[in-house]
């Protein structure tokens, strides 16, 4: 646009030198020359204005803070503007500090080195892409640069979605997804930057930094209001095919490879219109895991039931949700039943949002997460808003493991959007 602008005074300074030889000399010829650059420039205007990416691109703001909108179908992501043409993107990182009271082996997630009482790393950096097929039709990606062992660095391709919204009733992705169990799967990307604590909830976590959850799957997910007048209900419905592959918590390096068979979730939620806010809800999964036992590939039936009761306005944030995760091995009468739970609360005083979390999950011994067993405990710390790209959040974290010494630590994170 700034050559438009050249040119556009160019043509502008002519026509009034144009005037004033006319009025001066009367000249024709001289004026007859001047009307053709003119004419001219009018052309390579037109040319310039018809090469392709001479467009203007614009980004919107995504929240620094999750909203009562962030949920499938109304999530950060879809906060993404789609322009006619082109690709539009953002991107989020971070850099972190951890510290921890003993050398007991963990596992190292994100960079952090099991074993080692402290040490920096980047975690995740993580670019959205979005592209605008039609009105109703687009298409979004996430693709994340994870740092591992020693400082080195792998590619995930965490969502590809081809996405159809028909109307507020129906919108419709196929491809790699976040299974929509619970609110915070669905409402928080792998970028840290919009979620207020430094890291997700022990159950919550992706399988592939240690949680429990079957958190990603490819195939199909349905979603849209259901008329419900002021009650706000929506409706989800997920079928496709997972294989989680989850590394044990205890440092031994050994990764269960759940080979799960193609899963089904779907679920309800409510956004009351009287409250603002306010969104409750609920989910059923399942699906059928493996088990290597005495050299047996033992199936299980795996069901997880999820409630929750989010907040999100005033300044307030305040995320509970419980899960109880039920296995059921076959030709067995043995069945294992193991909640967990959190709860978070937060309040925003201008650029300053201290929170409180507690956590709890209780494993059974002869499980796939014997590594995990009974583990709960309190995090608590303050995320500073530096500005709309800008954070520092600090969090102090308690954990009591069943069998353990109880593990303290400290993380220190600068996370940024752009």
């Given at each position: 646009m700034g050559r438009l602008h050249e040119v556009t005074a160019v043509i502008l300074a002519l026509s009034g030198l144009c005037s004033a030889q006319n009025a001066a000399r009367g000249e024709q010829e001289t004026i007859r020359l001047l009307a053709q650059q003119v004419k001219e420039l009018q052309e390579k205007v037109a040319a310039l204005e018809a090469r392709p990416g001479n467009t203007v691109t614009t980004f919107a703001e995504v929240p620094s803070?999750?909203?009562?909108?962030?949920?499938?179908?109304?999530?950060?992501?879809?906060?993404?503007?789609?322009?006619?043409?082109?690709?539009?993107?953002?991107?989020?990182?971070?850099?972190?500090?951890k510290v921890v009271s003993q050398r007991e082996p963990e596992l190292g997630?994100?960079?952090?080195?099991?074993?080692?009482?402290?040490?920096?790393?980047?975690?995740?950096?993580?670019?959205?892409?979005?592209?605008k097929i039609n009105d109703r039709t687009s298409v979004l990606a996430e693709v994340v640069f994870g740092e591992g062992d020693a400082q080195s660095f792998d590619v995930d391709l965490e969502l590809m979605l081809l996405k159809y919204n028909h109307n507020?009733?129906?919108?419709?992705?196929?491809?790699?997804?976040?299974?929509?169990?619970?609110?915070?799967?669905?409402?928080?990307?792998?970028?840290?930057?919009?979620?207020?604590?430094?890291?997700?909830?022990?159950?919550?976590?992706?399988?592939?930094?240690?949680?429990?959850l079957p958190t990603q799957a490819i195939g199909i997910s349905v979603t849209g209001l259901v008329p419900s007048g002021k009650l706000g209900l929506n409706y989800l419905f997920e079928y496709g095919s997972g294989d989680t592959i989850r590394p044990e918590l205890d440092g031994s390096g050994i990764t269960d490879d759940e080979n799960n068979g193609n899963q089904i979730n779907f679920g309800f939620f409510a956004r009351p219109e009287g409250v603002?806010?306010?969104?409750?809800?609920?989910?059923?999964?399942?699906?059928?895991?493996?088990?290597?036992?005495?050299?047996?590939?033992?199936?299980?039936?795996?069901?997880?039931?999820?409630?929750?009761?989010v907040y999100v306005g005033h300044g307030v944030e305040f995320l509970n949700e419980g899960f109880l995760i039920r296995h059921s091995p076959e030709h067995s009468e043995l069945v294992f039943n193991m909640p967990a739970f959190y709860s978070q609360i937060s309040r925003k005083f201008g650029s300053l949002r201290?929170?409180?979390?507690?956590?709890?999950?209780?494993?059974?011994?002869?499980?796939?997460f014997e590594d995990v067993?009974?583990?709960?405990?309190?995090?608590?710390?303050?995320?500073?808003?530096?500005?709309?790209?800008l954070a520092f959040k600090t969090q102090l974290d308690h954990t009591f493991r069943k069998g353990q010494a109880d593990l303290n630590g400290l993380q220190m994170q600068l996370a940024v959007t752009f």
């Open positions: 803070q999750p909203s009562a909108e962030t949920t499938e179908g109304t999530s950060p992501r879809d906060l993404l503007p789609h322009e006619p043409e082109g690709i539009q993107w953002r991107g989020f990182a971070e850099v972190n500090y997630t994100f960079g952090f080195v099991p074993g080692s009482t402290a040490n920096f790393y980047t975690g995740d950096f993580d670019l959205f892409l979005t592209s507020d009733h129906l919108k419709m992705s196929f491809g790699r997804y976040h299974t929509g169990i619970g609110y915070y799967n669905r409402g928080f990307q792998s970028g840290r930057w919009s979620q207020t604590a430094a890291d997700r909830p022990m159950v919550m976590e992706f399988a592939n930094d240690g949680g429990l603002p806010g306010l969104e409750i809800g609920g989910s059923f999964y399942h699906d059928k895991i493996s088990r290597l036992e005495s050299g047996a590939d033992i199936r299980i039936g795996q069901s997880i039931v999820n409630g929750y009761v201290p929170f409180f979390r507690y956590q709890y999950v209780n494993a059974n011994v002869d499980t796939l067993l009974l583990r709960h405990g309190p995090s608590f710390g303050v995320r500073y808003d530096f500005n709309g790209n």
